[in-house]
Every structure is written in structure tokens, then in C-alpha cells.
């Protein structure tokens, strides 16, 4: 059978199983009214030709629209006879509008090529709004990421999505396992302990925004529930950034929102779409190999002292020989087989190959991963769906590592009556990761294989870490079901309640005849983290007079949290082989089981003047069953202004400028406590000879409320030279009241145990700028730029009777700062050094930045690409810290040789201070982290049409992402953290960094 004949059965196929299936759910279409007709069209990109799947097409003054579907074709069925203004909108993109004549009975054709627009005044966002709301009424900044964006790009989970595509939006990718989570900041910490994470909700569903047990003991790092969903599924993503813009959300919201939007289905025959990507993970060499790799550590603390560190840096002589530091093989990690040759060193001993070294020489590997996605949307005049599923293969860069992951979906709308529209929404997933174990782990492999004959594995075997078996089994569903009730134009009602439903069941398996418990232990960790939603909103629209308009909106929600965990342990088995919890003599367990309800209910009132000027107003009261009994309700107002004032009469007329709209918006949002923070709680405990007894676990506080946090923000957005470019400027300060702190209390109270009050304060300030331009456009090229830049500077103001809370809280400082001892005499030779504890840098990135640009040739083949920075913070290069004192850092080598011979002779306090096996300092080896990285680079080529029968577009696509780092870091990676999305101080400590993917991905839209 020829490749043609396969192909065109094949498509047959799967055209009449549809068909058949479209019947049995939705029925035959109805016939069209007798004085209508149907108009149907292309939707396209005008640069590439690619379909623009989800734009929002409909007939102007009549309730007739319908979504494009992934081929870029739409089909409006019962328009009314005569001429009709046909109109299309996406995110990002230009609006289109024709004028088409329809005749009853028959199809009328229309089609549309749009072009990018990053500001478009009449696109309609939901975030932030009570229901939608067109851009021009919004008076806070609401960033968008279009399905076009993800499509292009080299993206493989949903976190990645938002990663350098919105401003002021911090994704770090802490560990580079497969099914590792990304840690999400929204203009940075306000919280001085609570949860900075923003609030994420998908399809009017809030999922849970932290981390789902993993394996941050053992494997340092934490799964996040975010990556559950299917990338190709996301048709938009919009983003509130913080106080301002999330009143309407209530407490928790004060981090800021995304909301992701899935795809839709559109009327007309079903339409596939298959995308096959396959590719391959590796890791770059791991440490310095020759003194020109080796930096000087830099920090806030040097910066500040340049009478200490005149050079503007720790200024030490490494005393390494030129050319190669007896470090070829990159930290033993990337060359274990070879051994080095130390003796440029008289003191220090050369090693051989590891005896556990892999068979291939590397304890790295090229990892394979592939990918298959299959999708099909379609429907008729008053149902419509979209199918999906995917399957996923990733392999980690050491083996055993790698994730299997399933997903499929179906989104159902239904309009059975005019003004009536039902929307289900389902989601499944399964995850199945193994793991290594890593991290700040004695049976860490990064540990064991860095430290050398000074690990803990018998004769330096490091393979024997890896019998040690971690595996992670996910299960994810989310289910939402959204009603809308529009009884007239005016009035519109919207009711939503939903589900995000996680369990995890996590194993740690040490066998029979492990070298670290040779008798063998197994822990078991079963999770259920419930999430359900309900929610309604109504809305009025009305014109006052002809230039007044007024919407009144209301609501409520309700929210339940539900947390479950059951921890066993047991060990001293009687032998080898699979052993389950009860084979062995020392078993243990631990249950907890944690609801958390919240409540609240909002008005809002926006007044429109001659459609250029909106003030909204508006309040929302929550309730929350974590709050004190006796604080009763948080209330949470917000004002907003947006004006157009470009066109105004009076505004002064500008060829250059398209459109100008200045913003500014206050409000409130919050924190809540933890589940027992207010209440006061006895613990069992037991006194001499196993008695029984019960202490004070909690003191509580009946007055304990929400932290408050109260923003300003103010902006503008310009559009510029017919849409070819764009600015969007926000500045904001940010200033939390009443912050959650906890307070050692007096003896007599009878508890050692600290009680949280409400007696912080933290002030953070910033501004965002985002700016897109369009140097070049043609009708067979175009290239455009894009780029960003936001800063956040935070403080502590107050913590009531406190100066400090740990190390890295202090008044006067910003949030999360690094304290801890630096050396004071540096230059000084011959004497130890003299530590004293100083702040020595900022834990967060206080400045983020991105760039973009993209090349379109011909209308077929494009180059894409993004790369994003982050500077102002530093990280802790624990890694060397804990190698210099096992004498098996090489960048220390030199040092340390020379110690060996001669004492502290010859070495300065600095020297000593870093390299010194028994007098390194934390706080010396905090160095400055700033990066820039290429996130993702794709070239793509769409196919001729009609290249492959039946099928309307064919691309392919060569992609890649982390393929480059620029930083003066002196750690393996800058973004790799211990202890994952919980670590709120981050510093790296024999942790893995993002690796480079690189992808092959060809789509096939049929």
C-alpha cells in the first residue's frame, strides 16, 4: 500500500467515525430559518498563513458568532438574509471586519488575515472583571498570552508557558527532573509567612497553586498541579499582578491571578489536528574546567564595602596553574570513567575512574523524550466540542529518571434555548515519575559523586545510590460546569462550580542489602488535595443617556479546601525482594486531614462616559474558617479609572499615534492564616514511663484576622505607526498591613510554641514596561521585537516587638535576604578570619527582563525566538561550600594545596574564607546569581497546501529551549533550589539545574 493510499483511508476514517459521533451526541443540524443564511471563511495570520484557531467571529447586531477552528475555517449558521458585518477578534491581534451579502438559503464567503496587535482596545478580558469586560474599561494592567504564543514556542509544560512572556512574572525552574514544578512569583514577596504563590484557576476552577507531595526529602524537588494541563490545550492565558486588579477575588488573592482559558469547539464539520514531536534532553558540563572558568563570588555586602573589596569582588587568587585545574572530566559528573591527574598538586591525591560509573562514561545521558497530541473540535447550530488527548515520554539526563504522563479532555457547549448557553469542561491526567535521589540527601547522587572518596557510598560506588527506588503516581481531574443566562441584552447571569481533584501516592523504597539501611526500610505517602469551586455572578448593562452608560455587577463564592495525607514508614525486613509496609519490624504511621472553607460576596458599579472614560467601583467581604472567632468579616474595596483620551476632540492630533489610554486603580486584597492558626490546640504527648498526657501545641489568637494588602497602580498603553508598535507602562507601590507574624510568648502562658499575630508591615514598590515594534513589513517578510522589563523593591516596615525573624527577615531590609557570616579582613595574611553575620544580598530576583523577535520569510517559514533575565538576587552556592570542606571543589584546588604545605602562612583571611576546609563561610559563598538564558528558539516551515491529501496546513518545526546561559555565577545553575516550591529562601545545594531540550515537532491540521 502506498504512503497516498494509507493516508487518504486513513483520513476517511477517522472523517466518518466523527461524523457518526458529532450525530449521536448533538443531531443533525436543523434546517436554517427560511430568511437566513450561512456565511462561513478562513481566519489566518497575515505573516504566516496559519490558521487562527479560537478567534471569535460574529455577526454585527445580532447574537450569531461562533469560534475558528484549528484549520482557521468558522461557520456562522442562521444569519439574517441582507448585508451583514461580518467581525473577528483575538487576543493579540488586530481586529477584522468585512462586509458580506447573504442571501437565504445559501453560503456566503468571507475570509480574514490579521495581524498582531499587542493593544487592542476591544479585545475582552475576564480576569479581574466581574464577567467580561473590553480592554478600554479595565483600569489595571492585564497581560494576555495567545495559543499563538505557546504553538511557536519550545514548550513542554504549562509552566513554561508563562515563562518571560509577562512582565513583573517570575518562573523559575528549581530542579531538572522530569515532573519537577516551577516556583511563580507575581511582583515578587509581600508575605512574611505566608504563601507568595499567585491564586491559578483554569476554566472558572480554582487548582491547587503550591506543590503536590513529591519527593523534596529525598530527590529535592516538588511536583506542581500547574503542569497537569496540556499545554496545546491552553487558548489563552491572563494575568492580575496584584492587590489593585485581584479585589474581586478576596483573601489569597493579594499574590496576584492567572487564569487559564481551554480551547473551545466551533460549528462545522470536525477538524483534526496531530502533532508527533520527538527529541532529546542533555545536560552542558557541570563545573569549571581551566582558571578562565573560575569567577570571583559577588554580593550585595561587597558592593556596599568597596574600602574592604576595592576590586568589587572577593578578590582571591585562586592559585590555580594555567590552562587546566585538574577538572577536565566537569565535577566527575559529565566524565566519571577517566579519572584525573592531580599532580600539579603535591599535597592533593589524583583519582581514578568511580567504580560505579555508568558504561558509557558519563553519569549523564542524551535523553529521549516524545510527544503525541490528537485533537478534534467541531458541532453544529447549538452544540459544539472539543476532544483532545496526549501522550508523553521524557526521559531524564540520569537514569532512571523520566515521567509518562496521559491527558485527555472534552469541553461540551450547549445553547439549547436562545440566551441560554452551558459549558462543561473536563480534564484527566496521570503522571508516573521516577525519581533520583538528590538534593540535600546523604544518598544523593550530586552529593555523593561531587564529594568524591569523601561521600558516603562503600568505596566510593556511587551507582549504589540509585537502588534506592522513588516513584510518584498522579492523578489529576478537573471538572468545571459553567451556566450563563442572558434573559435580555441587558441583563446576564453566570453560575460556575467546579472541581480540581489531585492524589498522589509516593513510595521510597531502600531494599534488603542497601548500603545505608542493610536491612532496608519503605516509606508510603498517600495525597488528596480537593479543590471545589462555586461561584455566580450577575451583571446589568444599560445606557443612562447617550453618552452615560452604567453596569452594575454582583456576586458571590464559596470555596472549600480539603487536604488528605497518610504517611507509613516501616524497616528491618526479613530479607530481599519486594517488601510491602508490615514485612518489616518497625512500623509507623501518621494521618492528617485538614478543610478549609471560605465564603464572600462583592457589588460593583463602573459608570462609562461617551465610551471613553470608565470609573468602576467596587467592594467584596469574605469570610474565612481560618479566621479568629472574633474578627468577623474582611472587606476589600477597590477603585479604577481607564480613558481613552486619544480621542478626545481637544486631545492634539498625531500621525504617529494610534491610541493612548492612561489607567490607575487602587484596592485591597489578602492573606489568610494557616488552617489552626486562631484556634487553640492540645497535643498528645507522654510524660515518664509511657503516660499519657497533653501539651499546648497552639496558643491561638481569636482576633486573628487576614494580612491586608493595599496597592496603587497607575499606566498608560500606547499604540503607535499604524499598530507596528506598541508601550505598556505600569508603576505600583504595594504596602501590607497587618502581617502574619509569629511571637514567642512568656512562659507562664504554658507553651514554648510561637502564637502569629497580626502586627507586620512590608511596603513593595516597582514599575513594568513592555514594548513591541515592527521594524520591518512586507507582503513576503515581516520582523518584529519585543521586550520587558519590571523591577520590584520590597521592605520590611515593621514586625512589632521584632527586629528579626531568622535569618533572612529584618526590618529595614527587603523580604528574604541572605544573613550570615562574611569574612571582614579580607586582605589581611597569615591571621584566620574575621567573620561577622551581614546581610549579604537579596534572596528574589528585584529586576526581571525579556526579549523577542521573530522573522517570517515567504509566509512559511519563521525563526522565533525569547530569551529571559533575572538580576538583582543571590543564591548560596551551597554545593561549593560543602565540596571546599571535603577538599573536592576544584576552583579551590590551588588554595587548599597550599594550605597543605604551609598553614595560613601564605593565605589571606579571604582565601581562607572560601576555600578553607574548616573555615569556609556560608555567607562568603553567596554570590551574585544573575542570568540571562535562552528560553526557547524555533524554526518553523509550513508546507505548501495540499502537499499531503486532506490535509488544510502541514508545519514542521525544529525547536530548542535552555539552550544558552550567560552568568557569573559560581553554582552549576542559578535557578536550581533545594527543597523545591515550599523553599522560601532558595540556595542550591547539590541540586540539578534546567538541562537543554531540543525538539523536532511536526503538526498536521486535517
Same mark, same amino acid.
Given at each position: 500500500?502506498?504512503?497516498?493510499?494509507?493516508?487518504?483511508?486513513?483520513?476517511?476514517?477517522?472523517?466518518?467515525?466523527?461524523?457518526?459521533?458529532?450525530?449521536?451526541?448533538?443531531?443533525?443540524?436543523?434546517?436554517?430559518?427560511?430568511?437566513?443564511?450561512?456565511?462561513?471563511?478562513?481566519?489566518?495570520?497575515?505573516?504566516?498563513?496559519?490558521?487562527?484557531?479560537?478567534?471569535?467571529?460574529?455577526?454585527?447586531?445580532?447574537?450569531?458568532?461562533?469560534?475558528?477552528?484549528?484549520?482557521?475555517?468558522?461557520?456562522?449558521?442562521?444569519?439574517?438574509?441582507?448585508?451583514?458585518?461580518?467581525?473577528?477578534?483575538?487576543?493579540?491581534?488586530?481586529?477584522?471586519?468585512?462586509?458580506?451579502?447573504?442571501?437565504?438559503?445559501?453560503?456566503?464567503?468571507?475570509?480574514?488575515?490579521?495581524?498582531?496587535?499587542?493593544?487592542?482596545?476591544?479585545?475582552?478580558?475576564?480576569?479581574?472583571?466581574?464577567? =467580561?469586560?473590553?480592554?478600554?474599561?479595565?483600569?489595571?494592567?492585564?497581560?494576555?498570552?495567545?495559543?499563538?504564543?505557546?504553538?511557536?514556542?519550545?514548550?513542554?509544560?504549562?509552566?513554561?508557558?508563562?515563562?518571560?512572556?509577562?512582565?513583573?512574572?517570575?518562573?523559575?525552574?528549581?530542579?531538572?527532573?522530569?515532573?519537577?514544578?516551577?516556583?511563580?512569583?507575581?511582583?515578587?514577596?509581600?508575605?512574611?509567612?505566608?504563601?507568595?504563590?499567585?491564586?491559578?484557576?483554569?476554566?472558572?476552577?480554582?487548582?491547587?497553586?503550591?506543590?503536590?507531595?513529591?519527593?523534596?526529602?529525598?530527590?529535592?524537588?516538588?511536583?506542581?498541579?500547574?503542569?497537569?494541563?496540556?499545554?496545546?490545550?491552553?487558548?489563552?492565558?491572563?494575568?492580575?499582578?496584584?492587590?489593585?486588579?485581584?479585589?474581586?477575588?478576596?483573601?489569597?488573592?493579594?499574590?496576584?491571578?492567572?487564569?487559564?482559558?481551554?480551547?473551545? #469547539?466551533?460549528? #462545522?464539520?470536525?477538524?483534526?489536528?496531530?502533532?508527533?514531536?520527538? &527529541?532529546?534532553?542533555?545536560?552542558?558540563?557541570?563545573?569549571?574546567?581551566?582558571?578562565? $572558568?573560575?569567577? =570571583?563570588?559577588? *554580593?550585595?555586602?561587597?558592593?556596599?564595602?568597596?574600602?574592604?573589596?576595592?576590586?568589587?569582588?572577593?578578590?582571591?587568587?585562586?592559585?590555580?596553574?594555567?590552562?587546566?585545574?585538574?577538572?577536565?572530566?566537569?565535577?566527575?559528573?559529565?566524565?566519571?570513567?577517566?579519572?584525573?591527574?592531580?599532580?600539579?598538586?603535591?599535597?592533593?591525591?589524583?583519582?581514578?575512574?568511580?567504580?560505579?560509573?555508568?558504561?558509557?562514561?558519563?553519569?549523564?545521558?542524551?535523553?529521549?523524550?516524545?510527544?503525541?497530541?490528537?485533537?478534534?473540535?467541531?458541532? /453544529?447550530?447549538?452544540?459544539?466540542?472539543?476532544?483532545?488527548?496526549?501522550?508523553?515520554?521524557?526521559?531524564?539526563?540520569?537514569?532512571?529518571?523520566?515521567?509518562?504522563?496521559?491527558?485527555?479532555?472534552?469541553?461540551?457547549?450547549?445553547?439549547?434555548?436562545?440566551?441560554?448557553?452551558?459549558?462543561?469542561?473536563?480534564?484527566?491526567?496521570?503522571?508516573?515519575?521516577?525519581?533520583?535521589? *538528590?538534593?540535600?540527601?546523604?544518598?544523593?547522587?550530586?552529593?555523593?559523586?561531587?564529594?568524591?572518596?569523601?561521600?558516603?557510598?562503600?568505596?566510593?560506588?556511587?551507582?549504589?545510590?540509585?537502588?534506592?527506588?522513588?516513584?510518584?503516581?498522579?492523578?489529576?481531574?478537573?471538572?468545571?460546569?459553567?451556566?450563563?443566562?442572558?434573559?435580555?441584552?441587558?441583563?446576564?447571569?453566570?453560575?460556575?462550580?467546579?472541581?480540581?481533584?489531585?492524589?498522589?501516592?509516593?513510595?521510597?523504597?531502600?531494599?534488603?542489602?542497601?548500603?545505608?539501611?542493610?536491612?532496608?526500610?519503605?516509606?508510603?505517602?498517600?495525597?488528596?488535595?480537593?479543590?471545589?469551586?462555586?461561584?455566580?455572578?450577575?451583571?446589568?448593562?444599560?445606557?443612562?443617556?447617550?453618552?452615560?452608560?452604567?453596569?452594575?455587577?454582583? /456576586?458571590?463564592?464559596?470555596?472549600?479546601?480539603?487536604?488528605?495525607?497518610?504517611?507509613?514508614?516501616?524497616?528491618?525486613?526479613?530479607?530481599?525482594?519486594? @517488601?510491602?509496609?508490615?514485612?518489616? !519490624?518497625?512500623?509507623?504511621? /501518621?494521618?492528617?486531614?485538614?478543610?478549609?472553607?471560605?465564603?464572600?460576596?462583592?457589588?460593583?458599579?463602573?459608570?462609562?462616559?461617551?465610551?471613553?472614560?470608565?470609573? +468602576?467601583?467596587?467592594?467584596?467581604?469574605?469570610?474565612?474558617?481560618?479566621?479568629?472567632?472574633?474578627? #468577623?468579616?474582611?472587606?476589600?474595596?477597590?477603585?479604577?479609572?481607564?480613558? +481613552?483620551?486619544?480621542?478626545?476632540?481637544?486631545?492634539?492630533?498625531?500621525?504617529?499615534?494610534?491610541?493612548?489610554?492612561?489607567?490607575?486603580?487602587?484596592?485591597?486584597?489578602?492573606?489568610?492564616?494557616?488552617?489552626?492558626?486562631?484556634?487553640?490546640?492540645?497535643?498528645?504527648?507522654?510524660?515518664?514511663?509511657?503516660?499519657?498526657?497533653?501539651?499546648?501545641?497552639?496558643?491561638?489568637?481569636?482576633?486573628?484576622?487576614?494580612?491586608?494588602?493595599?496597592?496603587?497602580?497607575?499606566?498608560?498603553?500606547?499604540?503607535?505607526?499604524?499598530?507596528?508598535?506598541?508601550?505598556?507602562?505600569?508603576?505600583?507601590?504595594?504596602?501590607?498591613?497587618?502581617?502574619?507574624?509569629?511571637?514567642?510568648?512568656?512562659?507562664?502562658?504554658?507553651?514554648?510554641?510561637?502564637?502569629?499575630?497580626?502586627?507586620?508591615?512590608?511596603?513593595?514598590?516597582?514599575?513594568?514596561?513592555?514594548?513591541?515594534?515592527?521594524?520591518?513589513?512586507?507582503?513576503?517578510?515581516?520582523?518584529?521585537?519585543?521586550?520587558?522589563?519590571?523591577?520590584?523593591?520590597?521592605?520590611?516596615?515593621?514586625?512589632?516587638?521584632?527586629?528579626?525573624?531568622?535569618?533572612?527577615?529584618?526590618?529595614?531590609?527587603?523580604?528574604?535576604?541572605?544573613?550570615?557570616?562574611?569574612?571582614?579582613?579580607?586582605?589581611?595574611?597569615?591571621?584566620?578570619?574575621?567573620?561577622?553575620?551581614?546581610?549579604?544580598?537579596?534572596?528574589?530576583?528585584?529586576?526581571?527582563?525579556?526579549? /523577542?523577535?521573530?522573522?517570517?520569510? *515567504?509566509?512559511?517559514?519563521?525563526?522565533?525566538?525569547?530569551?529571559?533575565?533575572?538580576?538583582?538576587?543571590?543564591?548560596?552556592?551551597?554545593?561549593?561550600?560543602?565540596?571546599?570542606?571535603?577538599?573536592?571543589?576544584?576552583?579551590?584546588?590551588?588554595? @587548599?594545596?597550599?594550605?597543605?604545605?604551609?598553614?595560613?602562612?601564605?593565605?589571606?583571611?579571604?582565601?581562607?574564607?572560601?576555600?578553607?576546609?574548616?573555615?569556609?563561610?556560608?555567607? +562568603?559563598?553567596?554570590?551574585?546569581? $544573575?542570568?540571562?538564558?535562552?528560553?526557547?528558539?524555533?524554526?518553523?516551515?509550513?508546507?505548501?497546501?495540499?502537499?499531503?491529501?486532506?490535509?488544510?496546513?502541514?508545519?514542521?518545526?525544529?525547536? &530548542?529551549?535552555?539552550?544558552?546561559?550567560? +552568568?557569573?555565577?559560581?553554582?552549576?545553575?542559578?535557578?536550581?533550589?533545594?527543597?523545591?516550591?515550599?523553599?522560601? !529562601?532558595?540556595?542550591?545545594?547539590?541540586?540539578?539545574?534546567?538541562?537543554?531540550?531540543?525538539?523536532?515537532?511536526?503538526?498536521?491540521?486535517?
Amino acid at each position: 500500500m502506498t504512503l497516498r493510499t494509507f493516508a487518504n483511508r486513513t483520513a476517511n476514517a477517522l472523517r466518518n467515525i466523527t461524523v457518526a459521533l458529532a450525530f449521536v451526541a448533538f443531531g443533525a443540524v436543523g434546517v436554517a430559518a427560511q430568511n437566513t443564511g450561512t456565511v462561513t471563511g478562513l481566519v489566518r495570520d497575515a505573516v504566516s498563513l496559519q490558521p487562527l484557531a479560537g478567534a471569535q467571529v460574529s455577526v454585527e447586531g445580532t447574537g450569531v458568532g461562533g469560534l475558528v477552528n484549528n484549520v482557521g475555517r468558522f461557520l456562522l449558521l442562521n444569519v439574517p438574509s441582507g448585508q451583514q458585518t461580518i467581525n473577528v477578534t483575538l487576543i493579540g491581534y488586530s481586529a477584522g471586519s468585512q462586509t458580506v451579502s447573504v442571501t437565504a438559503g445559501e453560503t456566503a464567503t468571507v475570509d480574514f488575515r490579521l495581524r498582531e496587535q499587542a493593544l487592542a482596545l476591544e479585545g475582552v478580558i475576564v480576569t479581574g472583571t466581574a464577567g =467580561q469586560a473590553r480592554r478600554r474599561e479595565v483600569g489595571n494592567v492585564v497581560e494576555s498570552i495567545s495559543s499563538a504564543d505557546i504553538e511557536m514556542a519550545a514548550i513542554t509544560t504549562a509552566s513554561e508557558v508563562l515563562q518571560g512572556r509577562a512582565s513583573g512574572l517570575q518562573i523559575t525552574s528549581t530542579e531538572g527532573s522530569p515532573g519537577s514544578g516551577s516556583a511563580i512569583r507575581i511582583r515578587g514577596n509581600s508575605s512574611l509567612s505566608q504563601d507568595n504563590q499567585p491564586l491559578i484557576y483554569i476554566d472558572g476552577v480554582r487548582m491547587e497553586n503550591g506543590s503536590i507531595f513529591a519527593d523534596d526529602d529525598e530527590g529535592g524537588a516538588d511536583m506542581s498541579a500547574l503542569d497537569g494541563i496540556n499545554p496545546s490545550d491552553i487558548d489563552r492565558v491572563e494575568v492580575v499582578k496584584g492587590p489593585a486588579a485581584t479585589t474581586l477575588y478576596g483573601t489569597e488573592a493579594a499574590g496576584g491571578v492567572i487564569q487559564i482559558f481551554t480551547k473551545r #469547539g466551533s460549528a #462545522g464539520a470536525p477538524a483534526w489536528s496531530l502533532n508527533v514531536e520527538g &527529541g532529546l534532553t542533555n545536560m552542558p558540563l557541570q563545573g569549571p574546567q581551566s582558571a578562565s $572558568d573560575v569567577g =570571583q563570588i559577588q *554580593n550585595q555586602f561587597i558592593d556596599e564595602n568597596p574600602d574592604l573589596f576595592p576590586s568589587g569582588d572577593l578578590g582571591v587568587d585562586y592559585m590555580l596553574p594555567e590552562g587546566s585545574i585538574g577538572n577536565d572530566n566537569g565535577l566527575r559528573l559529565n566524565d566519571c570513567a577517566s579519572g584525573q591527574d592531580l599532580s600539579m598538586y603535591s599535597t592533593l591525591d589524583s583519582y581514578g575512574a568511580e567504580p560505579g560509573c555508568p558504561e558509557s562514561g558519563s553519569w549523564f545521558r542524551d535523553a529521549i523524550q516524545q510527544r503525541y497530541n490528537l485533537s478534534v473540535r467541531g458541532g /453544529g447550530e447549538t452544540a459544539t466540542y472539543f476532544v483532545s488527548g496526549r501522550y508523553a515520554e521524557e526521559q531524564g539526563v540520569v537514569d532512571p529518571q523520566g515521567q509518562d504522563s496521559y491527558n485527555v479532555r472534552a469541553n461540551i457547549q450547549f445553547q439549547p434555548v436562545d440566551g441560554l448557553d452551558i459549558a462543561l469542561n473536563n480534564m484527566y491526567t496521570r503522571r508516573n515519575t521516577v525519581w533520583i535521589p *538528590n538534593g540535600n540527601n546523604a544518598s544523593g547522587l550530586f552529593l555523593n559523586v561531587l564529594r568524591g572518596e569523601r561521600g558516603y557510598t562503600p568505596n566510593n560506588d556511587d551507582s549504589l545510590v540509585l537502588v534506592n527506588d522513588l516513584d510518584s503516581f498522579v492523578n489529576q481531574w478537573v471538572t468545571s460546569v459553567s451556566i450563563g443566562w442572558s434573559p435580555t441584552s441587558s441583563l446576564s447571569h453566570r453560575l460556575n462550580f467546579g472541581l480540581d481533584h489531585t492524589s498522589v501516592d509516593f513510595t521510597d523504597f531502600k531494599p534488603f542489602g542497601n548500603y545505608e539501611n542493610p536491612e532496608g526500610d519503605r516509606e508510603a505517602d498517600e495525597q488528596v488535595d480537593r479543590n471545589f469551586t462555586f461561584d455566580y455572578n450577575g451583571s446589568w448593562r444599560t445606557d443612562v443617556t447617550e453618552t452615560v452608560s452604567s453596569s452594575f455587577s454582583w /456576586g458571590g463564592q464559596l470555596y472549600e479546601e480539603f487536604n488528605f495525607r497518610l504517611n507509613a514508614f516501616d524497616a528491618v525486613f526479613a530479607g530481599p525482594g519486594d @517488601q510491602l509496609l508490615g514485612d518489616g !519490624t518497625l512500623p509507623s504511621i /501518621g494521618e492528617s486531614r485538614l478543610t478549609i472553607r471560605s465564603g464572600g460576596f462583592f457589588l460593583q458599579e463602573q459608570i462609562g462616559l461617551n465610551d471613553r472614560l470608565f470609573i +468602576t467601583g467596587g467592594v467584596r467581604w469574605d469570610g474565612f474558617s481560618t479566621f479568629g472567632e472574633g474578627f #468577623g468579616l474582611a472587606a476589600y474595596p477597590k477603585v479604577s479609572a481607564a480613558y +481613552t483620551i486619544s480621542e478626545e476632540s481637544f486631545f492634539p492630533q498625531i500621525d504617529a499615534l494610534d491610541a493612548l489610554k492612561l489607567r490607575g486603580a487602587w484596592g485591597r486584597s489578602g492573606r489568610a492564616p494557616g488552617a489552626f492558626d486562631a484556634v487553640k490546640i492540645y497535643e498528645a504527648t507522654q510524660a515518664d514511663e509511657f503516660v499519657p498526657a497533653v501539651i499546648i501545641g497552639n496558643l491561638g489568637n481569636a482576633d486573628l484576622g487576614p494580612e491586608i494588602s493595599e496597592e496603587i497602580e497607575a499606566g498608560l498603553e500606547m499604540s503607535l505607526f499604524q499598530s507596528r508598535a506598541t508601550v505598556d507602562f505600569t508603576w505600583y507601590t504595594q504596602t501590607t498591613n497587618d502581617a502574619l507574624i509569629s511571637v514567642q510568648e512568656a512562659p507562664s502562658f504554658g507553651t514554648e510554641e510561637a502564637t502569629l499575630r497580626n502586627l507586620g508591615e512590608t511596603e513593595v514598590k516597582g514599575i513594568e514596561a513592555v514594548a513591541s515594534f515592527v521594524p520591518v513589513r512586507s507582503d513576503n517578510f515581516e520582523w518584529s521585537i519585543n521586550g520587558s522589563y519590571s523591577t520590584n523593591k520590597s521592605e520590611i516596615i515593621d514586625m512589632g516587638p521584632l527586629q528579626n525573624l531568622g535569618f533572612s527577615l529584618r526590618v529595614g531590609q527587603p523580604l528574604r535576604v541572605e544573613y550570615d557570616d562574611i569574612v571582614l579582613n579580607p586582605d589581611e595574611v597569615g591571621v584566620v578570619p574575621d567573620h561577622s553575620s551581614e546581610v549579604v544580598g537579596v534572596l528574589w530576583p528585584e529586576q526581571l527582563y525579556s526579549f /523577542g523577535t521573530r522573522f517570517t520569510f *515567504n509566509n512559511s517559514l519563521t525563526f522565533d525566538l525569547l530569551a529571559e533575565g533575572q538580576a538583582g538576587f543571590v543564591k548560596t552556592v551551597g554545593i561549593g561550600w560543602a565540596t571546599v570542606r571535603r577538599e573536592t571543589w576544584p576552583a579551590c584546588f590551588g588554595i @587548599q594545596d597550599e594550605f597543605n604545605q604551609n598553614g595560613i602562612t601564605n593565605l589571606t583571611a579571604a582565601q581562607q574564607s572560601l576555600c578553607g576546609a574548616s573555615s569556609s563561610a556560608w555567607g +562568603t559563598w553567596t554570590d551574585r546569581a $544573575d542570568f540571562i538564558k535562552l528560553r526557547s528558539a524555533s524554526l518553523s516551515y509550513r508546507l505548501p497546501d495540499d502537499i499531503i491529501p486532506y490535509a488544510q496546513s502541514v508545519q514542521l518545526s525544529v525547536q &530548542g529551549k535552555n539552550l544558552f546561559m550567560i +552568568t557569573d555565577y559560581q553554582g552549576l545553575d542559578p535557578e536550581a533550589t533545594d527543597s523545591g516550591l515550599s523553599n522560601q !529562601t532558595p540556595f542550591e545545594y547539590y541540586n540539578m539545574g534546567p538541562p537543554r531540550v531540543f525538539i523536532f515537532s511536526a503538526t498536521v491540521n486535517f
